[in-house]
């Protein structure tokens, strides 16, 4: 599991090489209905019929995160478990939210923090607010720390003069000011990093089942009326909706959820079997690991159960992404770029995702398909863990190492 540590600032500066961007731009907000207020961008609610206390949201500036915080306490709840899912540094420069950015880079985060720790999160962002309270002093004569913005798809750079008593890493933003504003619901701030546009890692896993285990295993009325969970990442799309449906699988799971009547009767297909529903998930390798559930586990009919499982809590999340469909839409992704590419035209761009060499050929879409499919494969063995092991009393990694042939199936997985 991921070991908890008491919050150190880092020693080594953070800031050199970097520049600092602020975290919003034009056309981050991508639901059709309005922003509920200017500095929240992606702000839901998951849609389910048995009314799960489960939202995501971008980062969110400062006010922003205050706003949500009164809009929680206001609609009953006492206590917010709040997951930041970026595996990125950011901090709060006078409430704005700003992520360091490689020179030449700008739109992409830095990609060079796999597995990196919460812990460690908290001491570099520690670190880097220092680096920018210090940065803007010492150039004082040239207006403050430069800051790129990024409108109309341009990026700008602008000076901003950072003031330390208003600028926060982000688990200060919670401790040292959400939480002591007026009429805030109570905050308990978790970070569980996760690289963008992948699976969750094991230890990912494990460390919300270690945070909600409690919250799972209490099912009075009080505790489901007066707590809710949180997740943002960036821009409040793949990996905060991959933690959303984490959180719904955790809590239905050990809550007993059954599947509706008369679905548990149907079967799935043959992993050849043609007609395959690619947009429902129906791929080969999905298939066959289903299939490997129902023989490791001793339990007929699991995988489908956890198939059902994963994919109504993915429909009920899907204002901004759906993991299930994710695929199959990388796959046209990359057959319209070939098509494109065989009428002379070049790659376009995806507008945010990690740092390739080919951005929009048809590779690109194909690479990231195949992660997509990874990511929910992983959604299908953490349903299939929680069912055998609702509280939580043997950790998923310790169960997937249990179920070593689980891992190969995921290895070899193809768009196909």
Not at 38 to 46: A, E, G, H, L, Y
Request: hydrophobic share 40%.
């Amino acid at each position: 599991w991921r070991r908890r540590a008491a919050v150190r600032t880092q020693k080594t500066p953070v800031l050199p090489g970097l520049q600092m961007k602020c975290d919003e731009f034009d056309g981050i907000h991508a639901l059709s209905s309005e922003r509920v207020h200017p500095q929240v961008w992606n702000w839901r609610k998951m849609k389910t019929a048995d009314g799960l206390p489960i939202y995501g949201a971008g980062q969110c500036h400062l006010d922003g995160l205050v706003f949500l915080a009164r809009q929680l306490k206001e609609a009953g709840y006492r206590r917010v478990f709040w997951f930041n899912m970026r595996e990125e540094p950011l901090v709060f420069l006078n409430g704005t939210a700003c992520a360091p950015r490689v020179e030449g880079k700008l739109n992409e985060n830095v990609d060079y923090l796999l597995s990196i720790q919460g812990f460690e999160l908290d001491g570099m962002e520690a670190r880097l607010r220092e680096d920018c309270v210090a940065a803007a002093a010492a150039a004082k004569g040239g207006g403050g720390l430069p800051v790129w913005y990024e409108e109309g798809g341009v990026n700008a750079q602008k000076p901003l003069d950072v003031q330390a008593d208003q600028s926060f890493t982000v688990r200060a933003a919670y401790a040292d000011h959400v939480n002591k504003q007026e009429g805030t619901a109570t905050c308990e701030y978790v970070r569980v990093p996760i690289a963008d546009e992948t699976a969750p890692e094991e230890q990912d896993f494990d460390q919300l089942v270690d945070e909600l285990a409690g919250l799972a295993a209490d099912g009075s009325e009080r505790a489901k009326a007066t707590t809710a969970l949180v997740f943002n990442c960036h821009m409040g799309r793949g990996r905060t909706t991959t933690g959303m449906v984490c959180g719904a699988i955790l809590l239905r799971a050990a809550r007993g959820w059954k599947p509706a009547e008369g679905a548990a009767a149907a079967a799935l297909p043959a992993p050849t079997a043609e007609g395959r529903d690619l947009k429902r998930g129906e791929f080969v390798g999905i298939l066959t690991l289903l299939a490997q559930l129902d023989a490791a586990c001793h339990e007929k009919g699991l995988g489908l159960k956890c198939k059902l499982l994963v994919d109504a809590c993915a429909d009920e999340a899907d204002e901004v992404t759906h993991l299930v469909a994710a695929p199959a839409k990388c796959i046209e992704k990359a057959e319209k770029a070939a098509v494109k590419a065989a009428a002379g035209g070049g790659p376009e761009a995806p507008k945010a995702g990690p740092a390739e060499d080919s951005m929009g050929t048809p590779a690109f879409w194909r690479h990231r398909g195949v992660k997509y499919l990874e990511r929910y494969a992983y959604l299908l063995l953490f349903a299939a863990y929680v069912h055998r092991h609702p509280t939580g009393e043997r950790s998923f990694t310790e169960w997937m190492r249990t179920h070593w042939a689980f891992k190969r199936t995921i290895g070899e997985l193809e768009l196909e």
